[in-house]
């Protein structure tokens, strides 16, 4: 399709383990941003991607948190060593530039349990 | 700091009657205004956007909001509600390097019949 894709759509891990949260935005889209949405809340802002540079990580809530886009293209979230606090939608949203509207994947819900 | 601030959590309209949702915002340049809107289980579609220049911005589905900097405010209107627009809306507000963004925690649309 041609919109943000996100991969798992849900995704269920017991509290210690790793994981990784797969965005595949729009093609040609430079910047790319994921957030995290915890329930019945906004999204959060996670980290920044412009290309392969990531720009802005200030968002990441601790060094369990991962972000990598190797090729400007996928960028891939990762979790280490998951607590139940993690447990949240993470979106990701691409743009064609960073002054330009993002759009949204649908998400993955990700469950600590 | 920078914040966002949706003051209500839900909001019940009649189909066809008038709609106001409120934002205020608090950052220290020139914000760049953002309103989405997240059905269930999706991601965020982007309403409409304020940069600079005319305060009163139109977006689709025939929503405006209208940008009062003395207020601090940020406010989403629409002059007839329909079934349809029946979800959630976040305002933003977005970094002047467009690095980062900031959202409310969310205002909840019912509509009755």
Do not use: M
């Amino acid at each position: 399709g041609a919109g943000v894709s996100q991969s798992p759509r849900y995704k269920v891990a017991k509290r210690g383990q790793d994981v990784a949260l797969r965005c595949d935005p729009i093609s040609g889209h430079v910047s790319l941003f994921w957030y995290q949405q915890a329930l019945g809340q906004g999204p959060e802002f996670l980290t920044y991607f412009q290309n392969e540079a990531q720009l802005d990580k200030s968002g990441l809530p601790s060094d369990r948190f991962f972000a990598e886009r190797p090729e400007g293209s996928v960028s891939t979230l990762k979790i280490q060593r998951t607590q139940q606090e993690d447990s949240a939608v993470y979106l990701c949203a691409s743009s064609s530039d960073r002054n330009q509207p993002q759009h949204f994947g649908d998400g993955t819900r990700l469950s600590i349990l | 700091a920078q914040s966002v601030t949706q003051p209500d959590i839900h909001i019940t309209v009649s189909e066809g009657a008038s709609l106001e949702l409120r934002c205020n915002y608090s950052y220290g340049a020139t914000p760049y205004l953002f309103w989405y809107v997240q059905s269930p289980g999706q991601g965020l579609q982007l309403l409409l956007k304020y940069f600079s220049g005319d305060t009163l911005v139109q977006g689709i589905k025939g929503f405006e909001a209208e940008f009062k900097r003395s207020q601090s405010s940020f406010n989403l209107r629409k002059p007839s509600v329909h079934w349809s627009d029946a979800a959630e809306y976040f305002c933003a507000v977005g970094a002047y390097n467009f690095n980062k963004f900031y959202f409310g925690s969310g205002t909840k649309l019912n509509v009755k019949p």
